[in-house]
Structures are given as C-alpha cells and as structure tokens.
C-alpha cells in the first residue's frame, strides 16, 4: 500500500477498554447552557419544553442504545447507564461516550423546533460534553443516582425559591442570593409559602424529582426479586444460549421506554422493576 | 448537605489528562454511515452535498474552537488537531473529544436541510464517534495527516473505478470487487481510462485530495520558516504576556478560516504556512 | 527556587489511582527463572528450598505491608491481594506494586543465604516484575485464585510426570514432552502410578496446592458468617471510629502470619476465615 | 483445561503500554529512608558508602539492561532513562518499572555488606518505589534531568549548612532549621564560611552534582554533532538492517559503562557525548 510508511502511527491509538465487571454510567451536560438558556429566554427557575426536549432526546438514545438499562436527567445533565455486563464496543470508553454524547446532540438539534416553534437555532448551537464512570457494585451505581437526584433536589428547591424573590418578590440577583445564604430546607420551604404562598410539594414531579427513563415491564411486589443480589451473582461471564439471548433481545425491543419522575434514592423503586439490575427483560404489562 | 453521603461517588472519575507538549488529534467517524447513505441516496462514489455538509460542520468547529490549528476531512471522517501547548480543558481527553463530536453533530444535524432540502432527516438520526491520539512530533502530526491523505486517494481511486464499473460499466457489485481484485493504482487509472474514457486525474480535487480546513494568513516565502523546528522549541511552557496572547487572539478570531483542497503529504503546504505548527497568527492578507 | 524553571516537568506525571472499592491484585513473578534455576541446579520438579524461600519472603512482605489480606503463591509467581476497601497510598497502582515487588526482593536476596548456604549469589541476580489487576466483586476475585491453584495443580501434574519420566524413566526432554503430548490428568496419574509407583495423591501438598498465607485467628462454624455478602456491603466508605480502627490495627499486628497449603477453590477455606473478605480481625487463637 | 472457566480474569487486565517515540524515565526512590538512614547511622549530610552503594547498583542496573541510555542518582533517589526508540517489553509501563525496581533493589541487598561490612541488615529491609514518566522532546528530558540536579544542589547546600550548624555549631534541628529559614543559597555559603570556615565549592563533587552513569566512548568536538535533532529525526521507526543492530548491540556491550560527576545541566555534557540522545554507539577509546 501507498500509505504504509505512514501507517506506524496508528500504534499512537492507546487501547480504553472499560474495567468488566463494573456498572458504566455515561453522564452527559450542556456546554454554557447558562448563557444558551439566556439566549432562548428559558423559563426561570425551570423551562418545561427544554425539559421535554432534554426527555424526549434521552428516551431516543435509550430507545437506540438497548444496552442502557436507565438513564437519569435534571435540568441539561443526562445520565445515562449500561449494565455491568455489557460489552458494546468492548466497552471501549471513548466509544461509549461518543456514540451516547453525539446521538444524544443529534437528537436534541433534530427536536429543538418542535419544542420551540417559534425560536429558530443559531450559532452558535447547542452542544455537550460527557464522561464515563465505572461503579463495581449495585450500591455505588445506587448511589450515583441517589446523589443526582439529590442534587436535583437541593438545586430545585434553591432555584425554586431564588427565582421567587427576584419574578414575584421584585428583588434582584444579589438581594436574592444574599436572602438565601445560610438558609437550611425548612427556612427556603418557609420562604416559598409564607412570602409567596407557594407549598413546594405542590410544584411539578419533573422539577422536584428529575426525569427517569428505562423500559416498562409489569410491577413484581417488593420482596419477591433479590435484583440486586441477582445482579452481583451475574459476576462470572455466564454463556447465554442464543436462542435465549435473541428472544430477550426482543423482548427488550418490544417493551415501552417510558419517562417518568419517581423517586429512585428509595428500594422500592428497584424493587418493583428488577429487570433494570438483573438486566432480564420482564412481563409485558397488558394494555388497560 | 442532603447528599453528602453519596457525594463520595465522585471519587471513582478516574483523571484523563492529556500528556503535556503532543500534538493532539481528534478524529470522529459516521456511525453506520454505509446504511446512512444508502438511506439518503447519496450519490456513489462521492455526494458532493454530504462532503459540503461535513465540510461545513468542520469550519464552524474550527470557528467555535479557535484551539483548533488544522482540520483534514475525507468521506464520512474527519480530523481536527490541537497544538502541541495546548491547554484547554487542561486537556482532559474526555472533554476534549466529546466537545468536538457534540459541536460536530449538532452543526450536521442542523446545515442538514441547507444541503438537502429535499431530504428531510427521520430517525434513526446520523451520530459520530470520535477518539483522541497524542503525537509527540511534527513528524509524527504530519505522518498521520499524511497517512489520511494518502487513504483517501488510495478509497478515491478504488471507488472512482469500482462505481464506474457499475454505473457505466453495467456490472453488480461482485462483480466489480473481482474486476479490481489485485489491481494496483496504475491498473485501475487504466481501467478508467480505456474503459470509461476517465482521466483520473481530471477527477474533482475535493474526492482526490479530501479537505483541509485552517485560518488563512498571507503565505510566506517556502525556507524562510522553520516552523517545526520553532514548534520544537515550544517544548518548555514558554509563558506569554498577557497582552501579547489577548493580540493574538484577536488575530486569530479576525483570520478567515478556509476550506481547500491541497497536497498536505509534501512541505510545501506546511512551509508557506509556518503559522499551523507555530501557532503564532500569520500576517492577515490583503483584501483582493 | 533556583529549579522552578523544570519544575514544570513534574505536570508530564500521570495520575494512576486505581478504581475504589475493587480488589487489588498484585501479582509478581521472577524474571527468566528458567535459566536462574539451572544456574543455581534447582531440583526438578520443584527445589524445597527455593519454595520455602519464596514462601519466607511472601510472608515477610504480608507482615511489612498489614493492608494485605492473603497471598498465594506457586513456583515463582506471587499473588498479594489488598482488601477492596484499601487506601494504601491512595491506591496508587505504581506505588503499590513497586513497593510490593521491591520488598518481596529485598526479601528474597536477603534470605537467600539461609536456604542457600552452599550457593552464594552471583550477578546477574534474581529479580521479579508484577503488575496490578482490580477484581470488582468477591466472585471475580475468588475466581482469580482459583485460576491461579487450578494452574498449580495442572502444571505440577505434569512437571511431576515429565521429570519422573527423565529422571526415573531415562527420556530426554523430547521424548518426555511427546510421552505426555494429548494426555489427560488420568493418564498422568496412571503413568506415574503403573510406570514409577508414584500415587500423585501423595505428593507433598506445597507442590500439589501451592502455598497460602494469611493472617490467623480462630476458624468459625461454616454457615455462620456471610462473609462475601458483608464484604459487599462495605461498598460505601464507612467511616470507622479512630478507636475502633486502633483496636483493630493492634488485633491484626498481633495476629500470626502463617503459610498453608489448603483448597482455595472450595467454599470451606473462606467460610471458616470470614475475616479475610470482611477485613474485621477475627478472635485470636488460644494457645495450645 | 480444568483451569478454563476461571480464566476470563485475565480479561480484567488493562494495557499499560506508554506512548510511543516518548522518552521514558524511570525514578526510583528509597521508602522510608530517613528512619533506615537513622538506623544505620548513615553519616550526616552525606554517607559515602551509602551514595557509592547506590551507584554500584545503579550501574549494574545499567549494565543489565542495555536499553537504558543514562542514569542520574542522588541521595535514596536514581533515574533511569530509555531512549524514546524503546521497545523493551512492547513499552509496557509495569513491566519497565518493576524491572527496574526489583533488579535495583537485587543488587542493593546484595552489595550491603561490601559497603557496610560492620552493619548487617536486619527486617525491616530496604525498598524502593518507582514510577515512569513519559517526557516527548529532548528539551523535556534535558529539563528533567535539570531539574533532578538542581534539586541536588539546593538540598546539598541547605543540607551541609543545616548539619554543620549542629555538628561543629552545636545548635539542635529546630535551631538549625530556624537559622535557615528564609535564607538564600549566597546566605548558606556565607554561613559555611564565615562561621565554619568551608568553602562550599571545595565541598566533593558527588555531593555536589550527584552521579551521572552512561556508556563511555570518545568525546567528540562540540557542535560537530546536533544529537538532540539527531534523535528528533527518529520520530518514524526507522528499520534497522539486523547485521547494523547486532554490530550496535556487540559494541554497548563493549563499552565501559561509567559513574561520573559531571554537570548535566549545561549543554557541553550532551554535546560531547552524542551518542546519548542518538542512542548510536560512539568510538571506543583507546586504552591508556
């Protein structure tokens, strides 16, 4: 070949394989979307269709991906989650990463105008950044995504409040941020409902809770499954026959990738779908 | 706070800091892009709108990412280079890699109906995934762009052949494959020659030579440089003065960055161009 | 400082901690041994003394290095496992195995006389590599042990043939190697047994299981520790009380360190010494 | 194999082969050497038997492994450094690091007693750690080397100041300490002299420069060699005719492998002793 004097530099390409055994959580976040959000006249403290948006693109990636098992989204972070014993791509991190972070843009910028009919793109566009972690066991991964959703939390009850004292209470950013320093829950909730007569529990699921993707099977009752359990027996490399891994497979195509704003820090979560830790497909739930 | 006693998961981000003084490459890849084609009826061996489209998308990295020094682009892939002092995202390969894929694809996805405005997109969308390489030396840097020119000719000329087989020659694929099974370049040129009256090298620059995207400065006499020698040097963190990198930068965002279609493999192109291994701006030429 | 001009070269260092909450595996073995031990005319198939003299040095770094929680060891290889839970230098992967290995051969050089005493040392000397490995769960680490014993045992079978056939049988290595090419255990056995009077069975255990060393405290009723499952539910740091981990050090400084040549492939050895998994020191011994 | 379910934890080992055309250096240091200097009553501020100790060692480490090209060691501390045309071990960081180490610490239990014949060792033994960097240009390697022997001389001066204050000036550590703080290197000399009458340029040069340890050929003119460019050049693997690697391989194993005291940080040692960097073997000198 013409070109095999040069083609020693491909020895520069340094192998990324992804510890086995590990749960691989790919977390993707919006590039200055601070100043983005500015440009686009996000709502304040929360702007619905970006949300949507953000759902509607991470329920396409999990829908395209089926090797994701959950994915877990607030606000412009997006964390997307395959299983421990997955091997897409040899588990070759880099190539994760990208495949997740770049279908994820694709299908932000393809639905940008139907969440926003009425505020065309321009550059410079909406992009993000991503970055995988590896978690060894079931209680790490549970809480990775017990710390995201308390973060949401924390972050929504604050933005919640600050943007109160600023849209309602006339206050600007300074006065607001100095009202709230030092502040605990209890004294922000406080804020809310005796200043502006807002009951935080009343305010949308998707604000207080984030945004939970994954594929919907019927419930089990709490106790019966030990997914978890199941889940670190799964250790040793076992050799699926064929027939049983195609039948799964479509399974998993055939079940519904729902959105949903539940709690995840509690077990009973994981509980009742233990096909998202055992990675076994469930019931298909009848139709109502 | 509320989620301190999951915060420890952040300790499992495993550090991917760049080594300091390489040159860094990033090249991203179409994924599945064969299908992807044939989806949109890009026209064989080159759609010119698609190589417009990636072309486009490029430019507008190197425009967001000023970072950026030079960018190669053939077929579905394309390579962009850092500079050796390069400092961004303290070269967190991550960042580095998932910023360009992202800013990619959203630019793809978004020029898309500039270029086809026939062809709506509909899921599943185009992705790309992307890597990143370290090399230590101008002669390694020039060494891999060579070799991605030196690929595109040697894709060029087999698919120039293999299509027109087809497409004027009446063959199917199998067909074509074994026609050219064992031919070496000078071969193939003969086939296309005699058989379809093609002179390859009458071919179109943009399918011979691929693309190369930089910021265009006045070109300089051919020896009265060294650049490589000069990025050498560079080796030490040299530390700039304030005003003189805020010039530089203002240099560099006023410099017009261009799409040509040029011999990259041989110094020419490099030694009037001292300014892409320097990194210090060329002088801004003179408006026709 | 008259340096802070190179300091800069310290930045080229790279991080190398290794994934928490795994189990380090340090294993090392001796550099061109097969040449070392005909220059120092080692018995065939296994040299005692070259065995007790790895086993001394293994236990040695096992009573430097108290993070340790077992070692194995078989020919001229070692295995040194830190609990999951380890922070030793930040869990360093250089640090770790560097100094594991340099004091292993501290060890060994200077033990060398003691079960040598006829052989002095000449250069060039005996030297180890190593590397780390992390195993996420129990299983996988088990599994490594495992691997490593079951290697003892087929390579031991066959040694123990093939030099019964030279040494008692009267074949040059060819010969040997051919006489056993496409044999079974069985058929190992039977040769020693019918050709030699040799009842494998018998053979001396450190040849046959290898040699395991661990710290000892009084062996429990199986059944009644879960030691696997506590050692997973150490996934997230628990932050022990400054006296609790004093006792504990002192408990484990005071325990003896002993070698054995027991299965540790079976559930028994690990069910009756649940403090290695757990890492919590079990009752020390009475005194006999 | 009996041993083959087991085996896939071999699958859990990562690669660790650094970068190519990169300079690799190799630093080890001793662990704990305070305390072990204390025990042994090593003479303050420098034991010569200790320093020669380290250099007999680090000189048969050099004579071991031809692949090393130079070798600078001060007090508990030596480096080691591969051409960046290395391929020992495919470039595996583990294997370079712990040979190193261990063949290291070999020859340092070894050699004890001829250095310290009134002192035998007893456990704890000696060790050392090590860890590699990776350095891309020759001015990163050179400024490496710098920066090891400026560091020589910083803590040599402060080092014979400190101890002359308490040796001949009877101050206690804290009081010595005290004297120095904030001083300057002209301060120090001034101290040395006017107060304890030594002149610090007079001080030996090992204790001064530390120790250089290469393989000796003729000198050669400066300028008439540019190694540095030299070894730039040979960014591309350039293949070697086996008779010209053999006869290059006969003639390193020829030539005396040295211990020097030289100043590296300036460019005359480099210049005359191309055949460092060019990892081409000089002329032999002629005896005496």
Redesign the interface.
């Known amino acids: 070949?013409?070109?095999s004097?040069?083609?020693?530099?491909?020895?520069?390409?340094?192998?990324d394989?992804l510890?086995?055994?590990?749960w691989i959580v790919v977390r993707?976040d919006g590039?200055g979307f601070t100043k983005f959000a500015n440009k686009y006249a996000f709502e304040k403290p929360n702007d619905r269709a970006a949300l949507d948006l953000m759902n509607e693109a991470a329920k396409?990636v999990m829908t395209?991906i089926p090797e994701l098992i959950i994915a877990y989204g607030v606000s412009d972070e997006y964390s997307f989650v395959f299983h421990?014993t997955c091997n897409l791509f040899e588990r070759r991190?880099?190539?994760l990463?990208?495949?997740i972070?770049?279908?994820f843009?694709?299908?932000?910028?393809?639905l940008w105008s139907k969440y926003f009919p009425n505020k065309p793109?321009s550059?410079?566009?909406?992009?993000?950044?991503?970055?995988?972690?590896?978690?060894?066991?079931?209680?790490?991964l549970r809480?990775?995504m017990?710390?995201r959703q308390?973060?949401c939390?924390?972050n929504n009850l604050y933005n919640t409040t600050f943007w109160a004292l600023i849209l309602q209470g006339g206050m600007d950013n300074y006065q607001a941020d100095q009202a709230l320093l030092g502040t605990v829950?209890s004294q922000k909730n406080e804020i809310l409902f005796s200043q502006f007569g807002i009951n935080y529990n009343n305010e949308p699921e998707i604000n207080k809770k984030g945004s939970v993707i994954f594929r919907d099977y019927e419930l089990v009752e709490p106790g019966s499954h030990n997914a978890a359990a199941e889940a670190?027996?799964l250790?040793?490399?076992v050799p699926q026959s064929k027939t049983q891994a195609e039948k799964e497979k479509k399974k998993r195509a055939k079940a519904k990738v729902v959105i949903e704003h539940l709690d995840i820090i509690k077990d009973d979560f994981w509980d009742r779908r233990p096909w998202i830790l055992s990675n076994k497909p469930g019931k298909t739930p009848k139709e109502g």
């Open positions: 070949m013409a070109n004097k040069w083609e020693y530099v491909k020895n520069f390409e340094q192998p394989n510890l086995p055994n590990t993707l590039r396409l395209d421990k991190e880099g190539k990463v990208t495949t972070v770049s279908t843009t694709s299908y932000y910028i393809f793109l550059p410079p566009l909406p992009s993000f950044d991503g970055r995988a972690v590896c978690y060894p066991s079931v209680s790490n809480d990775y017990s710390w308390a973060d939390h924390i829950s670190e027996d250790a040793e490399p």
